[in-house]
């Protein structure tokens, strides 16, 4: 083939790659809605009048223009979890970090791509304890000319596990920042926003899936519950584990799923068991001694054909705190062999970072919790959203880029004895500055200090390999050597180990502002958070654009 002819080819391929791609449009109408999961009837904060809210369903390529009008009485934002976001950190929707909130009666349009991107994602809003009910599912199909790596299912289905509260979660909110207070504990969990027959007052309120013996159905798992991790399982039934969090992995066959509030878990289902009815459920896995929601939510799948109204058969579902069942499940996942996830070998930056949940005195004779990542509590600005300043160049008030590398001091981090050496904790706003494309390595130390448990950490902006993770201290000299630099898991939120730790690597070629902190929304408030701020790269496809005109204001 010559030259030429080869330049015609590579121009007829672009073109067509270009026209495959869409621009899918949707209108999302914030505002009250009643509701009545359980025994009583409530108004909560929903989209277009459904819970949960509309899915968007699109293919790699395609652009996402949302228009979002806030009819509700509250502050809202949406993020879009686990979209890269590329050049459109605009859109990406974390309060106070990205944008002003956009205000009751105001609206806001999200614009961004979905570049290099399938599977299962999800939108939330991110302001306050609004996502408990403020969210929904984003799948992410193949181009048209491209197909699973795995059997093609014969009907997929979403399946979001969420969290319900006979409260106004604005106000737990409120209440969860008060000197001495509890984490307020859940009244429910739900299933596609129904909590299932086992609840008092829930009969007929609960989701049902039909299905075809021998046929093969795709379930596309998120978890969206506000505190907790969760189980679930199919009886009778076991799950091949195809992707986590929009990226494909070596088929993983288990009984039990495990997910993280943020994560999401692609499974085949055979649909090859005794023709019948069968109870999905879902329900705690719990990392710290506390209080919690000690209920399962539960749906049905049912087979087609099949007119019995026998009682479904339940699941054996894990010990609520059931540890090594939860580890083996999050640690025992690889990439998809040969799909070109190539971890970066050189490291630019190096970053240690306890996290966990520390104290601060507030009031006479009392003391309020905090989260913090190496010592650090983080407080939104309300001025002027951390973007906004970044790009302007007027950050002096908002933020400082001296976010530390390391701890301010080396303890005993798992010992409960040890930790309370540093159990007072400071308030900032501090930030890790990136250069453009630079490789970050960042072990994850959980700590004792307040309570040991799993923590969930999301990045914002990008995906990340997750090189190694085991209970205890991390120690360099002796876990290096079992980073897994071949086909790690890649992930947007991951459960670092309870008393444990977690090693992940990732590619700073994203210009802007990105959010990263503990995705139990009770931390988040109480400040378990940073930022990367990643300058311009040297070209104009590696640097930020000005933002949209509709930008809401503070």
């Not at 293919?59 to 949406?78: A, K, L, R, W």
């Not at 509890?182 to 609840?199: E, H, M, Q």
């Not at 189980?231 to 070596?250: E, K, P, Q, S």
Request: net charge negative; with cysteine; proline share 7%.
């Amino acid at each position: 083939m010559t030259r030429a002819m080869w330049l015609l080819v590579c121009t007829f391929m672009v073109i067509a790659f270009v026209a495959s791609a869409d621009v899918v449009k949707h209108t999302f109408r914030v505002g009250n809605l009643t509701v009545k999961p359980l025994c009583e009837e409530w108004v909560v904060v929903a989209v277009n009048g459904q819970l949960p809210g509309p899915t968007i369903s699109v293919h790699e390529g395609d652009t996402v223009v949302v228009h979002v009008i806030n009819e509700s009485p509250y502050n809202m934002t949406i993020h879009w979890h686990g979209i890269f976001q590329q050049l459109t950190g605009w859109a990406d929707g974390p309060v106070y970090v990205t944008q002003c909130p956009i205000l009751p009666g105001n609206s806001y349009t999200y614009r961004f791509n979905i570049i290099k991107q399938e599977g299962t994602l999800w939108w939330h809003a991110h302001v306050s304890w609004l996502r408990t009910t403020v969210y929904g599912a984003l799948i992410i199909h193949p181009r048209e000319h491209r197909s699973y790596p795995f059997i093609k299912p014969n009907r997929e289905f979403p399946i979001i596990l969420g969290e319900w509260w006979n409260a106004n979660v604005v106000n737990l909110e409120a209440e969860s920042r008060l000197p001495g207070a509890a984490v307020n504990v859940s009244d429910a969990y739900t299933i596609n926003g129904r909590p299932g027959d086992l609840y008092q007052c829930a009969n007929n309120n609960t989701y049902t899936i039909e299905v075809v013996h021998g046929k093969t159905y795709l379930l596309r798992i998120i978890n969206a519950a506000l505190n907790n991790e969760l189980f679930f399982m199919i009886a009778g039934h076991n799950l091949t584990v195809v992707g986590i969090d929009a990226l494909y992995t070596d088929p993983y066959t288990t009984d039990v799923v495990v997910l993280a509030p943020g994560q999401t878990t692609d499974v085949l289902l055979v649909a090859n068991a005794t023709p019948g009815s069968y109870y999905m459920a879902a329900r705690a896995y719990l990392s710290a001694p506390s209080q919690f929601d000690n209920t399962t939510a539960t749906a049905i799948l049912q087979y087609k054909g099949v007119t019995s109204v026998a009682t479904p058969l339940m699941p054996v579902l894990p010990e609520f705190n059931d540890t090594p069942t939860a580890h083996k499940f999050y640690s025992n996942i690889t990439a998809l062999s040969g799909w070109g996830y190539e971890v970066p070998l050189h490291v630019d930056v190096h970053m240690f970072i306890t996290e966990g949940l520390g104290m601060e005195p507030c009031g006479q004779n009392a003391t309020c919790t905090l989260g913090s990542m190496n010592n650090e509590s983080f407080q939104l600005p309300t001025k002027l959203s951390m973007l906004e300043a970044h790009f302007s160049g007027a950050v002096q008030g908002i933020f400082t880029d001296d976010f530390p590398d390391t701890p301010p001091l080396v303890f005993d981090y798992t010992n409960e004895n040890a930790s309370q050496l540093i159990s007072t904790t400071r308030k900032s706003t501090r930030v890790k500055r990136l250069a453009y494309n630079s490789t970050v390595e960042m072990v994850f130390q959980n700590t004792a200090i307040v309570s040991v448990q799993s923590h969930p950490i999301h990045l914002h902006g990008f995906d990340f390999f997750v090189l190694a993770q085991g209970f205890g201290n991390y120690d360099n000299a002796t876990h290096r050597s079992t980073f897994n630099l071949v086909n790690p898991q890649m992930r947007n939120t991951i459960a670092v180990p309870v008393g444990g730790w977690a090693v992940i690597r990732f590619r700073a070629d994203n210009p802007g502002v990105w959010l990263i902190h503990c995705h139990l929304d009770v931390h988040l408030s109480w400040g378990f958070a940073t930022a990367f701020v990643v300058d311009n790269g040297p070209t104009p496809s590696s640097t930020l654009p000005p933002p949209p005109a509709d930008l809401p204001r503070c």
